[in-house]
Structures are given as C-alpha cells and as structure tokens.
C-alpha cells in the first residue's frame, strides 16, 4: 500500500505514482493552496527579466505561474524525481502551449543541487522540507545557489497543527497523529523562522490555514482511510473503532459538517 507521506520521500520507487499525481493536482485546484502560493510567488520580488528557482517542483505546476512574473527572465525547476521531472516538462509545454527554453527542469538532490552559486534572485521550495533528511542543509543549498540579497522562501505545513473533525476525537486524534509520524519533519512549518534566522534574514512569516470541508478531497490529500487502517495495524485502534470513525466522517459529510484543517507557514529571508 501506498501511504502519501512515505512515497514523497522517494517518489520513483513508488508502486502507486498515480496516487501521487492526484493528490498534487488536486491541491492545485483548491483556493486555500493557491492562496498561499500566490503569496509565495509575490515574496520572491522578482524583476521581469528575473532568474527564478523552483526546487522539488513537483509536477511543475507553478513553473508556468513563475514564467508569467519573469517574462523576459528564467525559470528553473528542480526535483528528486526523474518521473516527476519528465511530467513536469510536460505539463509545462502544455500550460505555455509552446517548448520556452527560459522555463527548464532539471533532476537534482535539494541537498546538493548542482549548478554554481549565487546564480538566482530567488529560490523557493513548497511543501518539501517536511520531506527530505536535513532541512536546515536544504535552506543553506537554496541560499547558496541566489545572489547576495536575493530572496528565499519556503512553504511548509505544521502537521501538530493537524485536525479531522469528528464527534470521536479520541480516534481523531489517533489518525492525526499516525499521519504526522509518516513525515521525516512534522514540525518543519513552525520551525521555519528560527531555521531561516540563522543562515538569512528573515523578511516575512504568515500562517494559511487550509480548510477542506470535502471528505472525497481529504481523502486525497490526508490519506484518511489507509491511515485509520495503520492506525489498526499498528494496534493503536481496534478494527471496531476505525470502521466507526470512517462512518462518522461519512455521516459528518452527508450533513455538510466535514472538516479537516492544516497551517501553511510561508517564511521568506534575504540572503546577506
Ligand atoms: C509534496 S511534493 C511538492 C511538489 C511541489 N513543490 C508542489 O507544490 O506541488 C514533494 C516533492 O519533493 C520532491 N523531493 C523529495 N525529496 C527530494 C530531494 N531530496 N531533493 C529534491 N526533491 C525532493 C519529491 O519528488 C516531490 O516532487
């Protein structure tokens, strides 16, 4: 089985790609993340004729949006994943309806990404740290790699944030915290400011809150269903429990009452 958290880390070797793909393509149609993304792109401060760098782009969905504040500029997108980069290509050619050598992705470990220093104004990373080994190396790759004074800026989710509201909280809480245990860094949204301070200067901190009131979207994005089967696996819920819980989310959303919540902090720092 597939469990999201898991298969971000090392996406070439999942067994369920498509599950991947769903679930990066969905977010991009939902208001909550194309309003902190947009905040994001506009943090960047980027000159029309700008060099931009989006790392562990994903699917590429923000590459084309990039493009559009860099007309006469450059737009690179870097990920682990050599499927995640030939779609990404893909998906950009179709979105510019045209090949546009000034938008590129390339294959690269955030942890060592291979081009020369100091050759972006900017550099951002979306949702990837709460991923990857050593985060703080991360942010000193991506300040490496902008010129002095340019920008750096990260969105990532405090997953102790986390809630799927039901009228079970003790079982809510049991699949809350089964899914943030599936991330190398939980914490990774709160820990930003104090993370960013000590290698840039700290230029902006908001916090998103992301609000699905859809249970089939949640599903998606949170992995409900086979997390609550963990939860049994592990022991930590009885068969009974889950089955329950499960229903009563079914029920909270024929009643329109579903929610699940999560906080995006977006922090962005100038280098010195
Ligand atoms: C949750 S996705 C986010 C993708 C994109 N930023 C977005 O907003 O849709 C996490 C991405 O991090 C990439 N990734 C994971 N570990 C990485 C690493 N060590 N170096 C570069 N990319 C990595 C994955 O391949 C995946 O594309």
Redesign the pocket.
Known sequence: MTFLADA?????TSSDLAK?EI??SL??RLPD?LAY?NMSYDLLALDPDGKVA??????G??LPRLKQLVPTGEVTG????EN?VKAAQSNVVDVLGTEDPSVTVRQ????ALGCEPDLFDAAR????L????DPAA?IAGMARIVRPRGIVCA?EPDWSSFVIGSDMPAASRQVEAAFRRGFRNPLIGQQLPAMFGTQLSVTHHSAHPILLRSLSDAEIIFDITHTAERCVESGDMSATESRSFLDNLRKAEETGTFFALLIIHVVSGRKH
């Open positions: 971000f880390r090392q996406v070439d991947l679930c990066l977010m991009e993340f993304k989006d790392v562990a782009c994903g699917l969905f923000d870097f990920d682990l994943s995640f690269g470990d955030i942890h990373i979306d949702r990837s709460q991923h990857i080994p991360a969105a």
